[in-house]
């Protein structure tokens, strides 16, 4: 007979779990697929409870519960006093950063979930994205000493909980599946691991296989990898064949020499043995767009508007498919202590999954791409058996090289790129350029080892590089950031709930032509209506008097008689407006049938201005003016085309803005700064720059309105002065007068 394994478990034979404590009681709440409650104040009836529940196969889960709920029931358990009492201290250690909970020996094994989400998320949070009924906040304070009438209200409060636990286990099914399946693959407990845990989990216990190191001594010699407070990234396997690809006066030659400081220099780390704050960053000109570098790997420096294909254009996005893993083979950038054992068995993983995928094996396929896309993360991590900074360094220094190589090698044959996100770009140029976009692609994919995967736009339509639509050939849509909104019955446990309805309204009239009051008012969702807030440290929130919480949703409303809704600490004099929320209703509680208040012109209207912005069309060219002006020494300006509109002064640093991205009424300029004034005499016929001058001291209005007078020309000084393309002139520096 097969012995069990004791990491299995069955998805379908799950139960939440949640416990409540006080200094005079403790409740351990538990809810099945079917809704059946129970609640335990006993210790024999919890243990009975569980022991029946194991001897059917039952497995329990919480949300955190590794880190609380476990160790505080354990320690409740075995307690031979005052349970309560010692729990309640549990508890409050625990919270308080003065016990581990890993110091404490569990009675329970739960399976804990609250890994397997992205980011740091509170219940109360995944209750909202969720769409649950009902949002509360703990309704006693948790070291009061509870009355009989207390405690029923405390149980009310775990049963919610538990239903908000329960609709998660249901939306991570499948990444519990995956779990269940690694699990009983590798013999190790998955199951309560994010990504970047199981990564390090399953490469560490193949590496043991092959060489004579366990967890802890690849964690003790990671720990080297600190040692000299600097790591260097060497050039890339492929650097030499772009550099014979260069000619002398191409983009591709620019790149190269712009780049090559960024391998060979060190890079310094910080008392915790991360990559110094900042290290990475770096800006980079190229074709009319900036481009920026750091941690989180290069972006195009977008403002708003779009790009769209004429019948004799196309505009092409562009991935490199599993880049940063490709990377770490092709360049050997693996953990340094781990020598050669970790690419045989990383590569290992990679072929595996590659032969599931062809097989059909998505289980297989899918759990091994867990392990390899999230290994990354670890490398930087000074407490994991994987760190190496320096392993860190070159995939991400490469990994940005290696686009803008691509980026500067499209740009030589007359092809733009519009946008560039880590591990990918979209291009637009001429439709008869397709086929030498494909040939140089293919060159630049024999060079670095890598492969590419095309999706063919009609138009992109971008508030930023992080907030897009995509409008793709067959119609369908990518979108990214704010415009990323579930399908009806389906949730996002990414994004917070933001008025959902006017990016689905935008979306709407982008793919059909249907006009945002429409879409709005058709929408019979509650949800898609509402925004949050989430107070943070002391900070409570209220409407009107009423005391709301920490973690609220409202909806906007056509009511005149609204209290405002405001966040307060104390020590404030008087309390601040929540963002967004001027005439809103609070929906702490989800209405049964949609409010007849909800004002759907705002919503509308909200859609209509991310409208505006996304279908204004760049002015393609004006970042080059922009670098031309830099160049020159003149410091490039957004300027009102009304000569009567008030003139900005604020600084903008290089490479921080898209001019390209012009809003209504503005063209470029220059900025004349507060120091050093700019002198620009305009052909009063044209309205162009004849002569532009940089000055040292002020320019007295006297002897300006003279050579006014004199030479029957006008002079603008001492603001923003608008400068356009077709007149570069050259600096000069003006005489004494």
């Known amino acids: ?110 399976i804990d979930i609250m890994p397997l989400l992205p980011g740091q998320m509170s219940l109360k949070q995944i209750g909202v994205r969720l769409g649950h009924d009902r949002l509360q906040e703990l309704p006693i304070d948790p070291h009061n000493f509870l009355t009989e009438a207390d405690k029923a209200v405390i149980k009310d ?63 003790r010699l990671a720990k080297k990898n600190r040692e000299g407070g600097t790591v260097t990234v060497p050039l890339p396997s492929w650097w030499q064949e772009f550099e014979v690809l260069a000619a002398p006066t191409s983009n591709l030659r620019y790149i190269l020499d712009n780049q090559y400081p960024r391998f060979r220099t060190p890079i310094p780390l910080d008392e915790n ?10 800006t980079v000109y190229l074709d009319d767009s900036y481009y920026q570098t750091g941690m989180g790997g290069l972006h195009s420096v977008d403002g708003n508007g779009c790009h769209l294909a004429t019948d004799d254009e196309f505009l092409m996005d562009i991935d490199v498919t599993s880049y940063y893993p490709y990377i770490c083979l092709t360049q050997g950038a693996f953990p340094r202590h781990l020598d050669e054992h970790f690419g045989l068995v990383y590569e290992r993983i990679v072929d595996r999954r590659i032969a599931a995928k062809k097989a059909g094996d998505m289980i297989t396929a899918n759990s091994l791409k867990i392990t390899i896309n999230s290994s990354f993360g670890k490398s930087s991590d000074p407490y994991s058996a994987l760190y190496d900074p320096q392993a860190t360094a070159t995939i991400t220094i490469t990994g940005q090289t290696s686009l803008l190589i691509l980026i500067a090698m499209l740009a030589d044959v007359g092809i733009h790129t519009v946008s560039a996100n880590t591990d990918g770009l979209t291009a637009k140029a001429p439709r008869h350029l397709k086929d030498i976009l494909l040939t140089v692609v293919e060159r630049w994919e024999i060079l670095t080892g890598f492969n590419m995967e095309y999706s063919a736009y009609q138009a992109t339509y971008a508030l930023d590089v992080n907030n897009y639509c995509a409008i793709k050939e067959d119609g369908g849509v990518k979108a990214k950031g704010r415009f990323v909104t579930p399908k009806p019955g389906e949730y996002d446990l990414r994004h917070s709930l933001s008025g959902n309805v006017a990016a689905d309204a935008v ?34 929130c209220f409407f009107g008097d009423e005391h709301l919480g920490k973690l609220i949703r409202f909806y906007k409303s056509t009511r005149a008689d609204l209290p405002r809704i405001t966040k307060w600490k104390p020590g404030m004099d008087s309390p601040d407006q929540v963002p967004e929320s001027e005439n809103c209703v609070p929906a702490m509680d989800l209405p049964d049938t949609l409010p007849s208040d909800i004002d759907y012109e705002w919503y509308a209207e909200k859609a209509e201005v991310w409208l505006q912005k996304i279908t204004n069309p760049k002015a393609i060219g004006n970042n080059q003016f922009a670098y031309n002006l830099s160049r020159m020494g003149y410091t490039p300006a957004l300027v009102p085309v009304d000569p009567q509109a008030r003139r900005n002064r604020s ?48 320019f007295p209005p006297s002897t300006r309105k003279k050579i006014e007078n004199d030479s029957n020309i006008k002079i603008l000084y001492g603001a923003n002065i608008m400068f356009p393309r077709e007149m570069l002139a050259p600096l000069q520096e003006i005489p004494d007068i």
Not at 2 to 9: G, L, S
Not at 37 to 64: C, K
Not at 88 to 102: R, V
């Open 507 to 540: 979306k709407a009239y982008l793919t059909d032509g249907t006009m945002p009051e429409v879409t709005v008012r058709e929408c019979t969702d509650i949800n898609r209506f509402l925004l949050t807030h989430a107070a943070t440290g002391d900070f409570k």
């Open 273 to 282: 043995g991360r990559l110094l704050k900042g290290a990475l960053d770096s």
């Open 1 to 110: 007979m097969d012995t069990p394994n004791p990491n299995a478990y069955q998805v379908d034979k799950l139960i939440a779990y949640d416990i409540e404590v006080y200094p005079n009681y403790f409740l351990a709440g538990f809810m099945d697929v079917m809704g059946n409650i129970w609640q335990f104040t006993e210790v024999q009836s919890l243990l009975g409870f569980l022991s029946v529940a194991s001897h059917n196969g039952f497995d329990i889960v919480g949300f955190n519960s590794a880190r609380y709920d476990d160790p505080v029931t354990s320690e409740w358990i075995e307690c031979p006093g005052n349970k309560e009492e010692h729990a309640y201290q549990t508890s409050c250690a625990i919270i308080n950063g003065t016990k581990k909970p890993w110091d404490i020996k569990n009675q329970l094994r739960s």
């Open 651 to 698: 600084f903008i640093a290089e490479g921080t803005m898209d001019f390209n991205s012009l809003p209504p009424g503005m063209t470029m300029g220059i900025s004349t700064g507060k120091k050093v004034g700019v002198v620009a005499a305009i052909d009063t016929t044209t309205g162009h720059p004849l002569l532009v001058y940089k000055t040292a001291h002020p």
């Open 157 to 219: 409060y775990n049963i919610n909980d538990l239903q908000i636990t329960w609709k998660l286990i249901r939306e991570l099914k499948g990444e519990l599946e995956l779990r269940e399946s690694m699990s009983r693959e590798y013999g190790i407990d998955l199951r309560s691991k994010g990504d970047a845990q199981i990564a390090e989990a399953v490469i560490t216990a193949e590496i043991s296989k092959v060489s004579t190191m366990d967890n802890r001594e690849m964690k």
